[in-house]
């Protein structure tokens, strides 16, 4: 008894041991598994890192890119596409203002009508500006601007200077006298692009433009000698020009053009500059501001009807630097 006993105790210790057996070799195969799967993420790692095996470099990284989401794509919801059908922009104008202004022909006298006539060299005009993109893929363009300057100056002069009148007599305008001047511009653009870069990040564009530019010009002086002259003439210019539009983030845009122009018929000399700048904010769906800079520079140069619709003789150069800040309304 006593000896069954005994064979019983040492079948079960030799069961336990047998178990325990198996238990310690399949955690040691396990341990053994997790040692050479952790050998290989540690050589592909080193393979990442050391250039090994560029193919799979390219692979991870075109992946990571895929699955990191832009930040200008945070809420693709909010736009259908990045650049607006149609947009309508209203604000206020503020510019600095220097005009020199020669009337008649020759070698006249040119003025500088702000520091000698008393015009204002400050000006805060309403502006408006408005774009069309009428084609499905948003490359052709249709822009629009309209604002004007309304200026006029009363000064007692400090010093002589002569104008021509409108049949080319030459009157001399003493120092002393009482002048009155005014001097109204209107300022009418339009303009076509074609986009011939554009994604969702930018749109490059080639312009052909027209400014229209009605100019009144009015001169009346009293003392020594009784003046009233006045010059009105439409200036029709067209330009060639350059814009480029950013989308930094889906409500953040940076917004940039030049145009220029120059034309030489006969006794006729044209010339235009302009360029702006733009950052605009537009944190709802329809609706945003914007804070711009913008620089023009005219010149005319004229001895009769040379170039169509001016009927002018002198010269006039008229140059604007100034910001905006407007509101925006676009679909």
């Known amino acids: 008894m006593a000896s069954a006993t005994a064979k019983g105790k040492a079948c079960l210790h030799t069961k336990s041991f047998i178990i325990n057996r198996k238990t310690v070799f399949s955690s040691s195969l396990l341990n053994h598994q997790f040692v050479k799967i952790k050998i290989c993420l540690i050589r592909l790692r080193r393979k990442i890192m050391f250039g090994k095996n560029k193919y799979l470099y390219v692979f991870f990284v075109a992946g990571l890119l895929f699955f990191i989401q832009p930040a200008w794509a945070e809420n693709p919801t909010s736009y259908d596409t990045t650049w607006e059908k149609f947009s309508l922009n209203a604000g ?38 408005a774009i069309w993109r009428f084609t499905e893929n948003r490359r052709h363009r249709i822009d629009f601007t309209w604002f004007s300057f309304r200026r006029d100056g009363d000064t ?34 339009a303009a076509y692009s074609y986009s011939f870069f554009q994604d969702d990040r930018m749109d490059l564009a ?37 814009r480029a539009d950013f989308a930094i983030t889906p409500k953040w845009f940076l917004r940039t053009g030049v145009e220029v122009f120059y034309l030489e018929i006969k006794e006729f000399t044209g010339t235009i500059y ?23 520079n005219l010149n005319i140069e004229a001895d009769g ?25 676009f679909f």
Do not use: C
Not at 208 to 237: C, H, S
Not at 305 to 328: H, N, R
């Open 274 to 296: 302009e360029s702006h700048a733009a950052i605009e904010y537009l944190p709802w769906k329809h609706f945003g501001f914007g804070l711009g800079f913008n620089t023009f």
């Open 92 to 129: 206020y104008f503020i510019a600095n203002t220097n005009t020199d202004l020669r009337l008649g022909s020759g070698l006249g006298l040119t003025v500088d009508v702000e520091d000698l006539l008393g015009l204002d060299t400050t000006n805060s005009v309403f502006r408006v500006d």
């Open 206 to 242: 080639l312009s052909l433009g027209l400014y229209v530019m009605p100019i009144d010009i009015g001169l009346q002086a009293t003392g020594v000698i009784n003046v009233d002259e006045t010059e009105r003439f439409t200036a029709p210019l067209p330009t060639l020009g350059l």
């Open 305 to 329: 009807e040379d170039y169509p619709q001016i009927d002018f003789v002198g010269e006039i150069d008229f140059k604007y630097s100034g910001l905006l800040l407007y509101a925006k309304l």
């Open 156 to 189: 007692t002069i400090g010093r002589d200077f002569t104008i021509k009148d409108n049949e080319g007599n030459e009157i001399d305008i003493p120092a002393g006298s009482q002048v009155n001047t005014k001097f109204n511009l209107d300022i009418y653009k």
